[in-house]
């Protein structure tokens, strides 16, 4: 089975500060990982995917993560965050099982204080 | 485009009642649609799986017959939370995705609360 688990549960950084969030995940045949953003009071969106290729992915807003198969783990990076970035962030990725099933991590809440 | 909406957004339902909550992807065909509840604080746990025209499939400890999933279409699944009790209150979000795809797009949420 997959389990995905990101290191920090609460982060709390200053506006310009450069933020990286850490994610690993168990099953090492996947190699489609996502990140999902959560603003405070709306749904889930898709921040970045890797599927194959360029294991360094740009998303949206200024955020990449890094796939390194090697390390089971596709942290997610910002050089320089803005108090908007204030959201919890979700790592996921599917399972050994068919049925394209996401496990997804316990969540980052991240807090930017102006 | 990629657009899910749940409805209602938020329910009030009394204990003992049951409630349903619609999914429907807008603008693209929804092979498969999942059902996931979100405790407060805490991540996203799948609940079950929902293929159009077969039954779904149920994470373990998920009771079938309590939250009955139907997938009639390939826009529209429904969850009902049959004979709901307070420990039901929860936030039920869905999403949906397309064939062979593992890229999901998720509904806004529905905030459920059994008094």
């Known amino acids: 089975a997959q389990s995905v688990s990101q290191h920090n549960h609460h982060v709390i950084l200053s506006e310009a500060a450069s933020l990286e969030l850490g994610c690993n995940y168990s099953y090492g045949g996947t190699v489609n990982l996502f990140w999902y953003v959560q603003y405070p009071g709306q749904h889930l969106q898709l921040l970045l995917k890797?599927?194959?290729?360029?294991?360094l992915v740009k998303g949206i807003k200024g955020f990449e993560a890094e796939f390194i198969k090697s390390k089971f783990s596709f942290n997610l990076r910002k050089p320089s965050v803005q108090w908007s970035d204030t959201a919890e962030y979700f790592c996921?990725?599917?399972?050994?099982?068919?049925?394209?099933?996401?496990?997804f991590g316990g969540g980052t809440r991240v807090l930017v204080k102006p | 485009g990629a657009v899910v909406s749940q409805h209602p957004s938020w329910v009030i339902c009394k204990s003992g009642t049951s409630v349903k909550i619609e999914c429907r992807s807008l603008d693209f065909q929804a092979t498969t649609m999942f059902w996931y509840r979100q405790f407060p604080k805490q991540s996203l746990m799948l609940m079950a799986t929902?293929?159009?025209?077969?039954?779904?499939?149920?994470e373990q400890g998920v009771e079938k017959d309590k939250f009955l999933i139907n997938h009639a279409s390939l826009t529209l699944s429904t969850l009902t939370v049959t004979s709901a009790h307070p420990e039901d209150s929860s936030f039920y979000i869905c999403?949906?995705?397309?064939?062979?795809?593992?890229?999901?797009?998720f509904g806004p949420g529905t905030r459920l609360t059994v008094t």
């Open positions: 996921a990725a599917p399972g050994a099982a068919a049925g394209n099933k996401l496990t």
């Open positions: 999403s949906a995705r397309r064939q062979a795809s593992y890229e999901q797009y």
């Open positions: 890797y599927f194959s290729g360029d294991p």
């Open positions: 929902s293929n159009e025209g077969s039954k779904a499939t149920y």
